[in-house]
């Protein structure tokens, strides 16, 4: 088993090597080719013109671009990201202190999303040929046309204004502090024993996942429906109705184990979108993640934060896929033989 | 079987007393929470713990709470004594002498010392730290210790709003030797200050706890416990002081004010404040011509922009300063007239059939309403015969254009100036060795200029309301509306309003 990780993992990591250059280059370009000034930004009001222009030489925004980009390249390689322009500390700094939060709200979202896309893909198959095909089918596409931050929005007038039953901003109770460790808000309150920690958290994600999954939700109930289809006209499906074996156990032992291969990748593919998904949701629910820290950085036009929040993403997202890629080889055993 | 009554009876009282009681307790708590607590619903976040560090004037009323300034406002924007009991401004407004309290201590204990004044207005102004603060106190050349209680502010030139500058933005002390002892990052993870409250509990872009400084020199504030939820849109802090998550929250919708106004615990507030909505002009181009400058101010009905974005409060304005400040000219007016506006553009060949062309810039977001109002004068301005044709820009690509000089004629913008001062309206706004300026012509900026000298203050409040008629005159500013603060809390929650907008949890009490 391990004979056929370590092969894919090392590919992985080689062209992740080369993804995350060409979209470090994407991104220095793109950024220093908008029309702010970060020597300005990073001035106070009363600063003049004179000494704009001395922080602009400071920084080195009178420089080539391709020679900015290499000067750029070199720190990165020595670990340096640069300070933020607003915030005036260290860009890793603060992206690390954010990024747990995002990643623990994508992760459960995706959670929510995969039994969610599961179940109804299940029911959408179930129904197929019937009168509740039609409606079902509608209530899904429904689903789909609406974004993630619109849910959110939803959830918020609906769970949080008219009934009340759950809060919509931040992380945790006013009375409760966040316990130090790993960042993983779920984590820490469990490793410090801290129920009350943990329940405050959880409750304080369930708007915003719910807006995330739910969005995301249809895509993966219509590939699974698909891809069950598929997997029927098999013919081991065939023999195993010959066999005399019930639906539900050819369903959910036969069918559904080949079917939610497709499922997975495209799970992985959606989590991708899922992440980048988590920016408004993160603004609406005054959630302080990556996507908070990211939204400040736009508009305060800092470009070291935005290069070093863009790169996150990208690592995020190729891990996870190649975390699918190798669930995906586990899971199918004739990709293993070939490899 | 009586056994099983009694026992059935015994449980069903201590489920009753339990139920009672939680509810008892619970009611309790949420006296206890409502007359103890604050939860404030905030747009913003601090940018560091270090209030030095950044200019950021929706951060003031946070860090008012944690650090103290030298002096102090009051709500009608008055320099009041705070940690300086005394100052005076020499006749040659080269310094000015301080006598500072001797009762302060900060949050560790230290007490607040001379030094601490020297350290954060001259030692951290000279040293490596990278702090807003050494632009605004860029003058400074000493300060004397005289005593543990006295100190003299040196200028390298004429500092006449220095007295000023030590109430505004990041004119904060900070304990010289608790900084020096720990450096700028571990303060930044605990500061220390000596306002009437203290950091407790900190997450970035999230949640502020502040608990109160029992032993504050100015007198315990009513509330124990400060909590500001960092909630950065709009919606959320309706939603969040509809559903009482927070007991307070401010920069809401003008409709969302009105409506929830009618809302039986809540109350709505629309407040004028020292900040200025403006037209930024150019002095070249389409607006080359006075007629035409003066032509797209006499078009725009300002009482119209006010009673449709602002539900009627913001007041119209005359000239780039709030109305109740010192370089206010009351008695005068710029009228709107449209006829007088065609007339002047008739002069210069223009009208409805042959209309001047200028662009036109705004922001989308940066204050509330921006691109509505736009829109509005782009239509006022078509009925009298100028055509502009509007784009919308991000506040931060301002001062990239204007370096560039690609600033269209007319750019949509707000200033604030929690001072009060002219100087840091126009002083700051029709300044050519300033970026804000996209008015380029020396006839204003040698005038404006020539005031920063000036340091008898009659003398410089005089001189800016004549520039700020003379600058109107020529049209090389169009101000629009004085800018208005919207704030809804809970109606037993009261506060004291400041013109500035500041809302300082520290006058807050229930009841």
Same mark, same amino acid.
């Given at each position: 088993?391990?004979?056929?990780?370590?092969?894919?993992?090392? #590919?992985?990591?080689?062209?992740?090597?080369?993804?995350?250059?060409?979209?470090?280059?994407?991104?220095?370009?793109?950024?220093?080719?908008?029309?702010?000034?970060?020597?300005?930004?990073?001035?106070?009001?009363?600063?003049?013109?004179?000494?704009?222009?001395?922080?602009?030489?400071?920084?080195?925004?009178?420089?080539?671009?391709?020679?900015?980009?290499?000067?750029?390249?070199?720190?990165?390689?020595?670990?340096?990201?640069?300070?933020?322009?607003?915030? #005036?500390?260290?860009? @890793?700094?603060?992206?690390?202190?954010?990024?747990?939060?995002?990643?623990?709200?994508?992760?459960?979202?995706?959670?929510?999303?995969? @039994?969610?896309?599961?179940?109804?893909?299940?029911?959408?198959?179930?129904?197929?040929?019937?009168?509740?095909?039609?409606?079902?089918?509608?209530?899904?596409?429904?689903?789909?046309?609406?974004?993630?931050? *619109?849910?959110?929005?939803?959830?918020?007038?609906?769970?949080?204004?008219? *009934?009340?039953?759950?809060?919509?901003?931040? #992380?945790?109770?006013?009375?409760?502090?966040?316990?130090?460790?790993?960042?993983?808000?779920?984590?820490?309150?469990?490793?410090?024993?801290?129920?009350?920690?943990?329940?405050?958290?959880?409750?304080?994600?369930?708007?915003?996942?719910?807006?995330?999954?739910?969005?995301?939700?249809?895509?993966?109930?219509?590939?699974?429906?698909?891809? *069950?289809?598929?997997?029927?006209?098999?013919?081991?499906?065939?023999?195993?109705?010959?066999?005399?074996?019930?639906?539900?156990?050819? *369903?959910? #032992?036969?069918?559904?184990?080949?079917?939610?291969?497709?499922?997975?990748?495209?799970?992985?593919?959606?989590?991708?979108?899922?992440?980048?998904?988590?920016?408004?949701?993160?603004?609406?629910?005054?959630?302080?993640?990556?996507?908070?820290?990211?939204?400040?950085?736009?508009?305060?036009?800092?470009?070291?934060?935005?290069?070093?929040?863009?790169?996150?993403?990208?690592?995020?997202?190729?891990?996870?896929?190649?975390?699918?890629?190798?669930?995906?080889?586990?899971?199918?055993?004739?990709?293993?033989?070939?490899? | 079987?009586?056994?099983?009554?009694?026992?059935?009876?015994?449980?069903?009282?201590?489920?009753?007393?339990?139920?009672?009681?939680?509810?008892?307790?619970?009611?309790?708590?949420?006296?206890?929470?409502?007359?103890?607590?604050?939860?404030?619903?905030?747009?913003?976040?601090?940018?560091?713990?270090?209030?030095?560090?950044?200019?950021?004037?929706?951060?003031?009323?946070?860090?008012?709470?944690?650090?103290?300034?030298?002096?102090?406002?009051?709500?009608?924007?008055?320099?009041?004594?705070?940690?300086?009991?005394?100052?005076?401004?020499?006749?040659?407004?080269?310094?000015?002498?301080?006598?500072?309290?001797?009762?302060?201590?900060?949050?560790?204990?230290?007490?607040?010392?001379?030094?601490?004044?020297?350290?954060?207005?001259?030692?951290?102004?000279?040293?490596?730290?990278?702090?807003?603060?050494?632009?605004?106190?860029?003058?400074?050349?000493?300060? +004397?210790?005289?005593?543990?209680?006295?100190?003299?502010?040196?200028?390298?030139?004429?500092?006449?709003?220095?007295?000023?500058?030590?109430?505004?933005?990041?004119?904060?002390?900070?304990?010289?030797?608790?900084?020096?002892?720990?450096?700028?990052?571990?303060?930044?993870?605990?500061?220390?200050?000596?306002?009437?409250?203290?950091?407790?509990?900190?997450?970035?872009?999230?949640?502020?706890?502040?608990?109160?400084?029992?032993?504050?020199?100015?007198?315990?504030?009513?509330?124990?416990?400060?909590?500001?939820?960092?909630?950065?849109?709009?919606?959320?802090?309706?939603?969040?002081?509809?559903?009482?998550?927070?007991?307070?929250?401010?920069?809401?919708?003008?409709?969302?004010?009105?409506?929830?106004?009618?809302?039986?615990?809540?109350?709505?507030?629309?407040?004028?404040?020292?900040?200025?909505?403006?037209?930024?002009?150019?002095?070249?181009?389409?607006?080359?011509?006075?007629?035409?400058?003066?032509?797209?101010?006499?078009?725009?009905?300002?009482?119209?922009?006010?009673?449709?974005?602002?539900?009627?409060?913001?007041?119209?304005?005359?000239?780039?300063?709030?109305?109740?400040?010192?370089?206010?000219?009351?008695?005068?007016?710029?009228?709107?007239?449209?006829?007088?506006?065609?007339?002047?553009?008739?002069?210069?060949?223009?009208?409805?059939?042959?209309?001047?062309?200028?662009?036109?810039?705004?922001?989308?977001?940066?204050?509330?309403?921006?691109?509505?109002?736009?829109?509005?004068?782009?239509?006022?301005?078509?009925?009298?015969?100028?055509?502009?044709?509007?784009?919308?820009?991000?506040?931060?690509?301002?001062? +990239?254009?204007?370096?560039?000089?690609?600033?269209?004629?007319?750019?949509?913008?707000?200033?604030?100036?929690?001072?009060?001062?002219?100087?840091?309206?126009?002083?700051?706004?029709?300044?050519?060795?300033?970026?804000?300026?996209?008015?380029?012509?020396?006839?204003?900026?040698?005038?404006?200029?020539?005031?920063?000298?000036?340091?008898?203050?009659?003398?410089?409040?005089?001189?800016?309301?004549?520039?700020?008629?003379?600058?109107?005159?020529?049209?090389?500013?169009?101000?629009?509306?004085?800018?208005?603060?919207?704030?809804?809390?809970?109606?037993?929650?009261?506060?004291?309003?400041?013109?500035?907008?500041?809302?300082?949890?520290?006058?807050?009490?229930?009841?």
């Amino acid at each position: 088993m391990m004979s056929s990780l370590l092969p894919l993992i090392g #590919r992985r990591l080689l062209v992740s090597v080369l993804i995350l250059l060409v979209v470090s280059l994407l991104l220095f370009v793109v950024l220093h080719a908008l029309p702010v000034d970060p020597a300005a930004m990073s001035l106070p009001p009363n600063a003049t013109i004179a000494e704009i222009e001395a922080k602009r030489k400071e920084m080195g925004l009178d420089l080539p671009l391709p020679q900015q980009y290499l000067i750029w390249l070199q720190q990165v390689l020595h670990g340096n990201f640069g300070d933020s322009i607003h915030y #005036r500390r260290s860009v @890793v700094g603060l992206v690390t202190n954010t990024l747990p939060a995002t990643i623990e709200l994508a992760v459960l979202s995706i959670a929510i999303a995969a @039994v969610l896309g599961v179940v109804g893909g299940l029911v959408l198959f179930h129904v197929r040929g019937t009168r509740e095909e039609p409606v079902i089918d509608f209530g899904s596409i429904l689903l789909l046309s609406i974004p993630e931050f *619109l849910w959110g929005l939803f959830f918020i007038l609906i769970f949080g204004v008219a *009934l009340q039953w759950l809060p919509f901003t931040g #992380r945790l109770d006013p009375d409760l502090r966040l316990p130090h460790g790993t960042g993983f808000l779920l984590v820490d309150a469990l490793l410090a024993g801290r129920l009350d920690i943990f329940w405050s958290a959880l409750r304080h994600m369930i708007l915003p996942c719910f807006a995330l999954g739910i969005a995301f939700s249809p895509t993966i109930m219509r590939v699974l429906r698909s891809s *069950l289809i598929d997997v029927y006209h098999e013919d081991y499906i065939h023999m195993a109705r010959l066999r005399g074996l019930s639906e539900r156990r050819i *369903l959910l #032992r036969h069918a559904l184990k080949n079917a939610f291969l497709p499922t997975l990748s495209l799970m992985g593919v959606q989590f991708g979108f899922l992440f980048g998904g988590t920016l408004l949701v993160e603004v609406i629910f005054s959630y302080p993640g990556l996507g908070n820290l990211m939204v400040d950085a736009v508009r305060n036009a800092d470009l070291p934060i935005i290069q070093l929040v863009g790169l996150a993403y990208c690592v995020v997202v190729l891990i996870i896929n190649t975390v699918v890629d190798s669930l995906y080889l586990l899971l199918n055993p004739k990709l293993r033989l070939r490899s | 079987m009586t056994f099983e009554l009694e026992r059935r009876a015994l449980l069903r009282m201590l489920g009753l007393t339990v139920a009672g009681g939680a509810t008892l307790t619970d009611c309790l708590k949420a006296f206890a929470q409502e007359t103890d607590a604050v939860a404030i619903g905030w747009p913003v976040d601090v940018p560091a713990w270090d209030p030095n560090q950044r200019f950021s004037p929706e951060a003031q009323s946070i860090f008012k709470l944690v650090f103290d300034s030298p002096l102090n406002q009051d709500p009608k924007l008055d320099l009041v004594p705070n940690l300086i009991t005394k100052w005076e401004l020499a006749k040659d407004g080269l310094s000015l002498a301080v006598d500072l309290r001797g009762d302060v201590k900060f949050h560790n204990g230290d007490p607040m010392t001379a030094d601490d004044f020297r350290y954060t207005f001259f030692e951290r102004i000279q040293g490596p730290d990278k702090i807003d603060t050494k632009n605004s106190w860029r003058k400074i050349s000493d300060i +004397e210790v005289v005593s543990p209680t006295k100190a003299v502010m040196k200028f390298s030139s004429p500092a006449p709003t220095a007295p000023q500058w030590l109430a505004f933005l990041g004119s904060y002390v900070v304990p010289k030797k608790y900084m020096q002892q720990v450096g700028v990052e571990a303060f930044q993870q605990k500061p220390v200050g000596s306002g009437p409250y203290k950091l407790v509990d900190y997450q970035l872009n999230a949640r502020i706890v502040l608990e109160r400084n029992d032993d504050y020199w100015g007198g315990k504030p009513p509330i124990k416990r400060v909590t500001f939820e960092v909630i950065k849109d709009p919606s959320a802090r309706v939603a969040a002081i509809q559903s009482g998550q927070v007991d307070l929250t401010t920069n809401v919708p003008v409709r969302e004010v009105t409506r929830l106004q009618h809302e039986p615990n809540l109350a709505g507030e629309i407040n004028p404040i020292t900040r200025v909505i403006l037209l930024q002009c150019r002095d070249d181009q389409g607006f080359a011509d006075d007629n035409v400058r003066l032509a797209a101010h006499h078009a725009i009905n300002k009482e119209a922009l006010s009673k449709a974005f602002y539900a009627g409060a913001a007041v119209p304005l005359s000239v780039p300063v709030s109305p109740d400040t010192p370089g206010f000219p009351s008695d005068y007016k710029f009228a709107y007239d449209p006829a007088l506006a065609k007339s002047l553009l008739a002069k210069s060949g223009f009208g409805p059939d042959k209309p001047a062309t200028i662009g036109f810039a705004t922001t989308n977001g940066q204050f509330p309403s921006d691109f509505d109002i736009a829109r509005a004068i782009q239509q006022m301005w078509k009925e009298v015969g100028i055509n502009a044709d509007l784009q919308t820009i991000e506040y931060s690509k301002y001062f +990239e254009l204007n370096r560039g000089d690609k600033l269209p004629e007319a750019t949509l913008y707000s200033w604030d100036n929690g001072t009060g001062d002219p100087e840091i309206f126009t002083g700051y706004l029709l300044n050519p060795k300033l970026p804000f300026s996209a008015w380029k012509g020396m006839d204003v900026g040698a005038k404006v200029l020539d005031l920063f000298n000036i340091t008898d203050y009659q003398t410089r409040i005089d001189g800016y309301k004549d520039i700020n008629k003379y600058a109107v005159e020529h049209g090389a500013t169009i101000p629009l509306l004085q800018s208005v603060q919207t704030l809804v809390r809970k109606k037993s929650l009261s506060y004291e309003k400041f013109g500035n907008g500041w809302v300082l949890a520290n006058t807050m009490k229930w009841g």
